[in-house]
């Protein structure tokens, strides 16, 4: 197993149909229940466990999928509500030295479940002009709003392969 990309990386058709986004929201919107069960009883050892040295913790990977969704899901509202937005990125590895980050990962998970909640209910109501549309992120250039879905789903089930490795480290 690829322990940088132990689901793979991410792969988004050329021509995204209806039948993909459903299978995107799916993951999305069952990913807290999933999260839950791998991190709810965990303790403070444990979620200060790495998937490999170096990484980020568990508690640190919760964190960061909650940052992760919070900025795409803002992305994905500017390209359907504005002609081709201009977005920045944002300095992951300094966002995990913040102190919210040593909060009990609950406040992630329930930001993840509101977030994830509207991103399946915006979804599933997106006509195939609506999944076209695009924004632009300053250093990767165009993103349609269908690799963005894909994305969020992918993010998700990306970290979570890596928070169960560090478990079983």
């Not at 229940?33 to 980020?56: I, P």
């Amino acid at each position: 197993m690829d322990v940088k990309y132990p689901i793979g990386e991410l792969q988004v058709p050329d021509h995204v149909k209806a039948y993909h986004v459903e299978e995107w929201l799916e993951k999305t919107e069952t990913f807290t229940t999933r999260l839950r069960k791998v991190v709810d009883s965990l303790d403070d050892e444990q979620l200060a466990k790495q998937y490999r040295k170096g990484s980020w913790t568990v508690r640190e990977l919760v964190h960061h999928i909650a940052d992760s969704q919070l900025i795409m899901y803002q992305r994905l509202k500017l390209a359907l509500t504005d002609d081709n937005p201009t977005v920045p990125a944002f300095d992951q590895e300094k966002w995990i030295t913040l102190p919210d980050n040593e909060l009990p990962v609950e406040s992630s998970i329930l930001l993840l479940e509101g977030l994830n909640e509207r991103i399946v209910a915006l979804g599933k109501h997106l006509s195939d002009e609506q999944r076209a549309r695009i924004f632009t992120h300053e250093t990767n250039g165009e993103i349609s709003v269908a690799t963005k879905l894909a994305k969020l789903s992918w993010h998700e089930e990306h970290h979570l392969a890596h928070i169960k490795m560090a478990l079983e480290n």
